[in-house]
């Protein structure tokens, strides 16, 4: 199995920064995509960024130019630098990875979450 542990979550005010960090481990033969998915008070859980195993990233529109993704593969951690923080950001932030544990399946793992609260 993986183990996810995200770190990093706090009260910010607007326009500022956090970056959130998430390490896996457990029995990993491999992890291909890594991500950070968000839910906010009342709404669906959304994908915020992600980034696969060759560094290529993805982010949602709303995010676009404010948050970096980031991972570094000897660790098994990805990362999330959010800066210019709105009030809208606010939310519990999921790390989300897929990993091989048993070759050749590649299974969905999924943190326990961290606050991000935008506020003044």
């Known amino acids: 199995q993986v183990q996810l542990v995200e770190s990093g979550g706090g009260l910010v005010q607007p326009g500022g920064s956090l970056r959130l960090s998430c390490a896996a481990s457990?029995?990993?033969?491999?992890?291909?995509?890594m991500g950070w998915y968000r839910q906010a008070p009342g709404k669906a859980r959304e994908l915020v960024a992600s980034i696969t195993r060759t560094d290529a990233t993805h982010y949602a529109n709303s995010v676009k130019g404010r948050f970096t993704i980031s991972r570094d593969n000897a660790k098994n951690t990805v990362y999330l630098q959010m800066n210019n923080l709105k009030p809208e950001d606010t939310a519990i932030y999921y790390c989300?990875?897929?990993?091989?544990?048993?070759?050749?399946?590649?299974?969905?793992?999924w943190g326990e979450g961290t606050l991000v609260t935008v506020s003044s």
């Open positions: 457990g029995s990993v033969v491999s992890i291909n995509d």
């Open positions: 989300n990875v897929k990993a091989v544990v048993i070759v050749p399946y590649t299974m969905m793992y």
